[in-house]
């Protein structure tokens, strides 16, 4: 006797939120903090595209303190790094930098996420930049030499777990030279929140049955007696979803929780087998209409696909012998519908 997990086709939508830049706030006896700045997302980003998603000539605009005391950063060494796992393994290469200055550290990936040790500036800056470090070096102590803009080529690679619509926070680590206001000076810092990736991250997700088929096997040699509510037949398996944002999943049988042979008559005992359906904590019951359903909050991405995410525990229950039914294969069908919902729907946290 078999139960069919069949699952209907998944919906995917792409979710836009209007992201600002986050600027860094200045620290108390910093002279080289430097804020940035990106323009406003045009690009989304589907986490289940087996192609990874490519931006080129993406401008993210650097701005050195002004003076204090007259002491200004003149040589600036920096990279970018994330404290989201989720932003593991982006690529950030710069490849041109316009400004009143010169740059220096092109066609390299200058991001390190949390996977990654990042290199180690240290100061006072030599006279070249160490690798996987960008340099700019400043031209000028006026108010237009302070800003600068670097082009970038960015890349995010399949299945990052970000959450749909999330935006992606930067910190940028450096170190500077300056000059002015008294002696030279050196120091280490870190913006951090320096800049937002202003990318749309679609809600999208992928679903699977996890497990052997859901089979009671032969009980036709079974009674009432041997099978009962109280004392069932169970077998289980998993349904494995994974998703960047919320999302809806239900479960529906076409006869009601009963089990039948084709022609056969769900409504007669004797062409008929009861059964229970429990998933998340509901349970439906022989003869029900019940659909189970449940709204639940993300359950994240992976790599390869589906190696994240997380397992949704169903087991079925039968609840009388077949001695007295008309030997048959005996059979229902659940049809399993998963959604997404857009970032901000409220949920449960389901499955593990």
Known sequence: MKLKPVFAALAAFIISAAVMPAEAQAQAGRRCLVTASSPPGTATYDPFDPAALTLGNVHITFTRLPAQNG????????????????????????ISAVGAGNGTGFNQDI????????????VPLG???????????????NDASDVFTVTFNIQLPQNLNLEASGSILFD????????????????????????????????ALQ???????????????????????????????DIRVASSGPYTISIASQNNYRLTYPLGDVNDPTKSLDYRANFL??????????VLSRTCTRAGLGSPPLSGGRL????????????????????????VTVAPLAAATPGVPCGM
């Open 111 to 122: 991001f390190y996420g949390t996977n990654e040790t990042p290199p180690m500036i240290t």
């Open 312 to 335: 949704l525990p169903i087991s079925v229950d039968l609840v009388e012998g077949g001695q007295e039914e008309i030997p048959a294969s005996y059979r229902d069908v659940l049809t």
């Open 127 to 141: 006279n070249s930049p160490i690798p996987g470090v960008f340099r700019w070096q400043f031209n000028g102590a």
């Open 71 to 94: 002491a200004k950063a003149a040589i600036l060494d920096f990279y970018v790094r994330s404290t989201n796992p989720g932003a593991n393994n982006i690529v950030l290469t710069p």
């Open 281 to 290: 904590g509901q349970t439906a019951q022989p003869g029900s209409t019940t």
């Open 207 to 237: 679903a699977s049955y996890v497990g052997s088929a859901l089979d009671f096997g032969e009980v036709g040699d079974r009674t009432d007696s041997q099978i009962t509510p109280s004392s069932p037949l169970t077998v289980g398996g």
């Open 172 to 203: 940028i680590e450096y170190g500077c030279n300056g000059t002015g206001g008294g002696p030279q000076f050196s120091e280490l810092g870190t913006a951090p929140n320096a800049f937002t990736l202003n990318i749309d991250v679609r809600s």
